[in-house]
């Protein structure tokens, strides 16, 4: 059973502190990894993705992937009240392939 | 770019009666979407595969004769929920993707079914 695990939170930061969520997935074929933010009542929106292992920065979010480890992770600094919603990881053995969710991990950013 | 659309996002029916969910790319060309169920405080569950000229892939324990799909084009893919009832109500979600994944899929605004 290929499994993708995340923390479910809630995870409380105070507003400007970095947030840091974590992702392990089971399958080592696995290829590509997303990071989505669902919004309550919305659907998920497209924050990162990574393949390559390190880290890849986009504004105040960084995906680092380590598979040896078979973790994938995302930090958002400087965060903010509106960055409060559900993170949700996603990975998936490529070429089209249906993506393996994690159940996601709440996070709330307070003023 | 890619730009999901679908409707309606909101749809409220009588219990016995089939409602149809339309996804469609805007601005590329997706030989396969996805079909998502969501319940309330609950995490995304994938229901099918819905492949371009062929029938449509679904997860272990979906019923595919009550969730029919068609994609009878590489623009448009339909999820029609037949003889609804009350616990079919949730947020159904599509998505799908211009290239093969790599750079990851992008989600239809969703369909939030109640039946009554």
């Known amino acids: 059973q290929k499994e993708v695990e995340q923390n479910s939170g809630p995870l409380s930061v105070p507003e400007g502190a970095i947030a840091s969520l974590n992702c392990t997935y089971s399958d080592r074929g696995s290829q590509s990894f997303f990071w989505y933010r669902q919004y309550s009542g919305k659907s998920p929106e497209l924050i990162m993705f990574?393949?390559s292992n390190g880290d890849k920065e986009d504004g105040r979010f960084t995906a680092q992937l380590n598979k040896a480890s078979q973790y994938v992770s995302l930090l958002i600094r400087d965060s903010q009240p509106s960055d409060s919603a559900t993170y949700l990881c996603?990975?998936?053995?490529?070429?089209?392939?249906?993506?393996?969710w994690g159940l996601g991990t709440s996070l709330a950013v307070n003023p | 770019g890619a730009v999901v659309s679908q409707h309606p996002s909101r749809v409220i029916c009588k219990s016995g009666t089939s409602v149809k969910i339309e996804c469609r790319s805007l601005?590329?060309?997706?030989?396969?979407m996805f079909w998502y169920r969501q319940f309330p405080k609950q995490s995304l569950m994938l229901m099918a595969t819905s492949n371009e000229g062929s029938k449509a892939t679904y997860e272990q324990g979906v019923e595919k004769d009550k969730f029919l799909i068609n994609h009878a084009s590489l623009t448009l893919s339909t999820l029609t929920v037949t003889s609804a009832h009350p616990e079919d109500s949730s947020f159904y979600i599509c998505?799908?993707?211009?290239?093969?994944?790599?750079?990851?899929?992008?989600f239809g605004s969703g369909t939030r079914l109640t039946v009554v």
């Open positions: 998505s799908a993707t211009p290239g093969q994944g790599l750079y990851g899929y992008t």
């Open positions: 996603a990975v998936s053995a490529g070429n089209n392939r249906k993506l393996i």
């Open positions: 990574i393949y």
């Open positions: 601005d590329f060309q997706a030989t396969t």
